[in-house]
C-alpha cells in the first residue's frame, strides 16, 4: 500500500530556504503516468496547490510562486523534496505531499507544519 | 488566471438532510473540476473527478454535476461523518496547472 511520510524542520527563519522531503512506501517515484505533489495549507485557511513533478522528471509549478519554488526527486531513495527560497510568514503551513494521476490526487502524506518565524 | 469561487462559505444542516455545494469558475473549465473532503485535521480526500465521477470507495450519497462554470456537490442525507470541509478543485492538463476553491465548511446542526 502506497505511503507517503513528509519530513523536515518545523520551524525556518525569515529569508531562508524551507527543504522538506517527502519519503514514499509502497510504490515508485518513477511509477509510469503518475505525478508527484506538494500542496499547502496555512493555519485556518484552504488548500493551495505549489507544483508537481511528473514521472519522467518535468517539473511544473503554480505561477506566484515559481521563482521561488524547487521540486526534484531522488529516484534512488524514492524522495521527493521541495525547496522554497526566501520564506517569509506567509509560507507558514502544512505542507502536503500527494501522488496524481491528472487530477486525481489520492494519496496524501500526513502534513508537516512549517512555521516561518525568527 | 481561473479564479475560483464557492458559496456557501459555511452551513449547518441536520443529519438526513440534502447538502448542495456550488462552486463557480471565472471562465469555461468544461468538466475539469473535482471535489474533495477535508476532515480536521486530515488530509484532503478525493469524492467526485471531472465533475460527476464517484472516486472508488465513495459513499454513493455524494454526487457532482455540472460543466462549464457551473458545477455542484451534493450530499444526499447527511451523516454525522460528513463534518468536514469540502474543497473544489478546477485543474487544466497541459500544462497542470491547479486551482482550488476557497471551501465550504459543513457542520451538523
Redesign the interface.
Known sequence: QLHLQESGPGLVKPSETLSLTCIVSGGSISSRGYYWGWIRQAPGKGLEWIGSMYYSGNTYYTPSLKSRVTISADTSKNQLSLKVRSVTAADTAVYYCARHRRSNFDCWGQGTLVTVSS | ?IQMTQSPSSLSASVGDRVTITCQASQDISN?L?W?Q?KPG?????LI??ALNL?TGVPSRFSGSGSGTDFTLTINSLQPEDIATY?C?Q?D?L?????????TKVDIK
Open positions: 488566471d475539469s473535482n474533495y477535508q486530515k488530509a484532503p480526500k478525493l473527478y471531472d472516486q474543497y478543485l485543474y492538463n500544462p497542470p496547472i491547479f486551482t482550488f476553491g476557497p471551501g
